[in-house]
């Protein structure tokens, strides 16, 4: 597969939710969950939408329960949870795994086109960002512990 369009998801209400839908847009793809020391970042997250969304970017969160269990909950819990305490805006999708032989075929891509610290494969932890360009080309891939506020440059580049 070439480039991000190629694949699907399925929203957090789980409908089908193909990928080149985001065509043209730039995108940050996000590995989220509820009970993580970084959940705060939803409000990061929602702030760079929320500026950046008229321009031509999409923000979505794809829950993920393979660090320390830290997203127990079901689809329902997960989405009100982001509703209620971050008033997410930007779309979520069905919880998915990462890592291993039941990883995401989109997660699998993404950690293929950008490598993390010493050219590892493997999502580390909660909210590991990958960022696409406006062709579907994984333009960069930032840590768990980089704040969504710190992508605006990248962002903006891209734009």
Known sequence: MASIYDFSAETIDGAPAPLGDYKDKVILVVNTASQCGFTKQYAGLEALYRKYRDRGLVVLGFPCNQFGSQEPGDEAEIKTFCSLTYDVDFPMMRKVDVNGPKAH???????????????????????????????????????????????????????
């Open 105 to 159: 075929p989109l997660y699998a891509w993404l950690k293929g086109q950008k490598k993390g610290v010493l050219g590892t494969e493997g999502i580390k932890w909660n909210f590991t960002k990958f960022l696409v360009d406006r062709s579907g080309k994984v333009a960069g891939r930032f840590a768990p512990t980089v704040e969504p506020k710190a992508l605006e440059g990248a962002i903006e580049r891209l734009l």
